[in-house]
């Protein structure tokens, strides 16, 4: 008999052990951005709708009680075409993240199955700013927080972030950026009321770090998104703070570091070992 037979099953055992393990999930967290309804949204640091040019109405963002990602065809109520534009997200989460470290301890958890989830509407808006239509859009983290809706002027849009219609030019301005979510925002035939989106965000290293580090009392207190439209007839209200509806919400889980096994795995490790104590015990009989 091969007198390193047990050893060989223990090794088996112990890798179909580790391949097999699960984080526990601690907490689920979510928080919305501060709503940029009431006050019309002047300076708002948590919700802008870019333009694709600046207007003397909107001037380069708009963070009113609602704003879109839309293509330059999608359908306004005037019968004309919605000036293209994409949207900012900033969430503070610095005060929830000190919260988890003070509990769990700052190392001790991660962040698992983030989403991003907001009301949209498929009826044509009393607002002429806003387009409806299908499409496709993308979802950016993105490191540059430190932007604010803001009109500015022709040749200088202060601090309003910059329309962008690829990943090169977004990233030229955030500094850096990671693609979370490739989606499409599909109006039904005849469709019409208000729907709840959610989107699950890819499990990106950079994404999970700005929140990992984030503080109440430290320089990054926010973790900043950037929705991206990829089609022309896109039109997707997004609402922020009007008519009552939901704010756009992150959602996470919270997840222990150390990995927890699963019980099957348990149970199989227990099998082996009884089956390597029988093979000792028979080849010392």
Same mark, same amino acid.
């Given at each position: 008999m091969n007198?390193?037979?047990?050893t060989?099953l223990l090794g088996l055992l112990?890798?179909t052990f580790i391949? %097999? =393990?699960?984080a !526990?999930? +601690?907490t689920h967290? #979510?928080?919305s951005? @501060?709503g940029?309804g009431g006050?019309?949204?002047?300076?708002s640091?948590?919700?802008?709708?870019?333009?694709?040019?600046?207007s003397a109405?909107?001037?380069?963002g708009?963070?009113?009680?609602?704003?879109g990602v839309q293509?330059?065809l999608?359908?306004t109520?005037?019968?004309?075409?919605?000036?293209a534009?994409n949207e900012?997200?900033?969430?503070?989460?610095?005060?929830i993240?000190?919260?988890?470290n003070t509990?769990y301890?700052?190392?001790?958890w %991660? =962040?698992a199955? !983030?989403? +991003?989830?907001f009301? #949209?509407?498929?009826s @044509?808006?009393n607002?002429?700013?806003?387009g409806?239509g299908s499409?496709t859009f993308?979802?950016?983290?993105?490191g540059?927080?430190?932007?604010?809706q803001?009109?500015g002027?022709?040749?200088?849009?202060?601090?309003?972030?910059?329309y962008?219609?690829?990943?090169?030019?977004l990233?030229?301005?955030a500094g850096?950026t990671?693609?979370?979510?490739?989606e499409?925002?599909?109006?039904p035939?005849g469709g019409?009321?208000?729907?709840?989106?959610s989107?699950s965000?890819?499990?990106?290293?950079?994404f999970f770090?700005?929140i990992?580090?984030a503080?109440a009392?430290?320089?990054?207190k926010?973790?900043s998104?950037?929705?991206?439209?990829?089609?022309?007839?896109?039109?997707m209200?997004i609402f922020?703070?009007?008519?009552?509806?939901?704010?756009p919400t992150l959602s996470?889980?919270v997840?222990?570091?150390i990995?927890v096994?699963e019980?099957?795995?348990?149970?199989?490790l227990?099998?082996g070992?009884?089956v390597i104590?029988?093979?000792?015990?028979r080849?010392?009989?």
């Amino acid at each position: 008999m091969n007198k390193n037979l047990p050893t060989v099953l223990l090794g088996l055992l112990a890798a179909t052990f580790i391949g %097999n =393990v699960s984080a !526990a999930t +601690l907490t689920h967290e #979510s928080i919305s951005i @501060v709503g940029s309804g009431g006050a019309g949204g002047a300076g708002s640091t948590a919700s802008d709708m870019i333009f694709s040019s600046y207007s003397a109405v909107d001037g380069w963002g708009w963070a009113g009680g609602a704003g879109g990602v839309q293509g330059n065809l999608s359908k306004t109520n005037t019968g004309g075409n919605a000036l293209a534009a994409n949207e900012a997200f900033s969430f503070n989460i610095g005060s929830i993240v000190d919260s988890l470290n003070t509990t769990y301890g700052a190392g001790n958890w %991660n =962040v698992a199955n !983030a989403s +991003l989830s907001f009301t #949209s509407s498929y009826s @044509v808006q009393n607002n002429s700013r806003f387009g409806v239509g299908s499409g496709t859009f993308d979802i950016y983290w993105m490191g540059n927080d430190d932007w604010a809706q803001s009109k500015g002027t022709p040749t200088d849009r202060q601090l309003n972030p910059v329309y962008a219609s690829n990943a090169t030019a977004l990233q030229s301005w955030a500094g850096s950026t990671s693609l979370l979510a490739s989606e499409t925002f599909a109006v039904p035939a005849g469709g019409s009321g208000y729907v709840s989106l959610s989107y699950s965000l890819a499990s990106n290293s950079s994404f999970f770090a700005d929140i990992l580090s984030a503080s109440a009392t430290g320089t990054n207190k926010e973790a900043s998104f950037y929705l991206m439209s990829t089609a022309d007839t896109l039109g997707m209200i997004i609402f922020t703070g009007g008519q009552g509806q939901a704010l756009p919400t992150l959602s996470f889980d919270v997840v222990s570091v150390i990995p927890v096994p699963e019980p099957e795995s348990i149970s199989l490790l227990l099998a082996g070992l009884g089956v390597i104590g029988a093979t000792v015990r028979r080849r010392r009989v």
